[in-house]
């Protein structure tokens, strides 16, 4: 597939500087992140609800310079810095189009409201324009220095091709399917079974509701409805029998570690979806928890996780909950009829509350009208020990990164030392393990629901959700506390296997040790490499300052891994980036051979497509996962086997010493850990 990337003239050139930087706009708020290339010639237009937005624009070229302090005003041209990021705040106050438009002659952005709704439904960014090795047909002679000794054999996985190793040189082709990549390993390799290591985990993210629906029994539980219309934020019906029918799918990708979206029970009903409510939005992504000591029972049993443990183990793969302690769920309808909080005007909806709709002239808002949010009743609630949250009688919420609301959801009182008793109406909750204990704070709860799950199932580590938003004590208490409740697990089914391990999401982190790994965390999730990933998949000598970066930061700190990743629930789809099956591909080569731990989310195998969204983007990146593949996902799927596969029998690939291979015509590098070498060569497009 042809593309605009710039290529040489002259033969395979080594082409390690790129073209100028193209300057990118990123658009965050405290839990999501897009970001859009500023070409200069026409203006990003994006829609925008209201709220606070944090902007960061890089790599913008020239000599200039922001003020320090400079407030955003809509139609005045900002002044950009052009040696490092330029970080401003954006108060949306009215939702609607917002262009932002780059003036490269002066190295300013201008933003401003457009009149008009933009026509333009499909963002189809340019593949970036960079300086790239180019392919020619026939073997090619790459200098593999004194990795390997003469007389090597050495095995290529895309094409099976066997060669030998002469004056620390091998002359080999790469397969038409590979994008010109070639991976080689000592054939004697491939009957050496490599230690697992953490550093080079391949991560795969399943969000359990879109991935696989194993029992239609349970897709509407609680009294959850259809919307009839494009299901937009409804349940689709995942669960975890369907994950256990795809185990053996998800281990041909070199897949080690299974992440699971959250499963504990979630809120039963409702609330309005997007700004202008137009979809009915339930917790199907399991984030809004209801009860954290009990699995939500559209995701399945108690029995069917410990079946999926049990064969995922069996196949080497280990389990990962997503551990939440930050915030529960919303109040809905549901919940609060089901357990009898006195708030509501029953006389204006109908007899089963969940089953409310909007009728003409409503919205899935609409719902609010028969809410009484001054209600003293609200104490019995979650109750004002427990969360901050706009009620009555309850704690308002702040403004800082611990006391603030993310998205107005309840926020746990972890920082808080006073001895609470769980609310009556979860003690009360059919199936709980919720029990009242002397002398237990907030925190003490939480962190003993959490490591419960690991001390009944053996459960490998978490994912931490929204780090930064909880004390770096409760983190180390929740680290200790499951590490511990491991062990004794493993003692009780006579188990042995790695320490518990725990990676965090810290909003916008990088591929950097900071102080986080001190409250706990073996890896954090690298919000970087989905931009880098753009020119890495134009051309993958691009990444060479990034893999040599990765790989010396974690020899000078073994204590951390970074997490990288190519899409992800809360950002975007790299496929919808680009819309190319080649970019896609190129893409995957750019993360699986990266330095550190790599996480895949669901679909990135198969260029799994957004799904529709209503006025909220975000929920059109938690599509269905594609099961029928046309032969272009099917193609791409097999090159991701074979470097998942390829990554996985070698951990020198995540957790070894890169270094760059001179004298090649290509992009030639190595990775070493102990004995385990393995040499890539990328021959050019």
Known sequence: MKHSTLLTALGLIAASSSALAQPTLSVSTTTTSRDFPLDGSSPVILPLT????????????GDCSAPETQKVKFRKPLQLNCDSDTLLDLKVRFAGDYSFTFDPNNQTLSIAREAKKSTKTEFKRPIPKVQCEVHSAGPKTLNLASTY??????????SDQIVTVKEGKVTIESSEKSGGLVLLAPVESKATQQAFNYHNANIYFVMVDRFKNGDSTNDQSYGRQKDGKQEVGTFHGGDLKGVIAKLDYIKSLGT?????????????????????????????????????????QNFGSDEDLKRLI???????????????????????LADLQFDNIDVVDANKLPAKWATWAPKQGETWHSYHQAIDYQSE?????????????????YLQPGSSDITMALAGLPDFLTESDKHVRPPQWLLDNPGTRVVAKDSYT???????????????????????????????????????????????????????????????????????????????????????????????????????DTYQNYSSAMLETPDFTPVSYMSSHDTELFFDRFKSFEMQRDAASALLLSPGAIQVYYGDEVARELGPYADDFHQGTRSDMIWKL??????????????????????AIGAGVHQQLSDNSGYVFSRTLGNDKVVVGFLGK
Request: with cysteine; net charge negative; hydrophobic share 35%.
């Open 50 to 61: 209201k709220q606070t937005y944090q902007l960061k624009i890089s790599d913008v070229a």
């Open 256 to 296: 080690d570690v299974i992440w699971l979206s959250p499963i504990v029970e979630q809120v039963h009903g409702f609330v309005g979806g997007g700004e202008k409510g137009s979809f009915p939005f339930y917790a199907y992504h399991g984030y809004w928890t209801r009860d954290f000591t009990k699995i939500d």
């Open 630 to 651: 046309d032969k272009q996902r099917q193609a791409l799927l097999q090159h991701w086997q074979t470097l998942g596969q390829f990554r996985q029998q070698h951990p």
């Open 149 to 158: 000794p003469d007389g090597t054999q050495l095995h290529e996985a895309f």
């Open 310 to 332: 049990e064969e995922a183990h069996k196949r080497g793969i280990k389990i990962f909950l997503d551990a939440v302690i930050n915030h529960s769920g919303y109040s809905t």
């Open 442 to 544: 907030v925190s003490d709860y939480l962190i003993e629901w959490q490591s419960d799950w690991v001390k009944r199932f053996g459960i490998d580590g978490f994912r931490v959700d929204t780090v930064k938003h909880v004390e770096g004590n409760v983190w180390k208490r929740l680290k200790e506390s499951a590490s511990d409740s491991l062990e004794q697990w493993r003692a009780a089914n006579n188990k042995q296997g790695q320490p518990f391990w725990m990676m965090g999401e810290v909003w916008g982190h990088s591929a950097y040790r900071s102080p986080y790994v001190d409250d706990g965390f073996d890896a954090l999730i690298n919000f970087d490499m989905q931009k880098k990933l753009d020119k890495g998949a134009a051309c993958l000598s691009e990444m060479q």
């Open 377 to 393: 009743e609200w104490v019995n609630w979650w109750g004002p020990d427990w969360v901050r949250t706009g009620l009555p009688g």
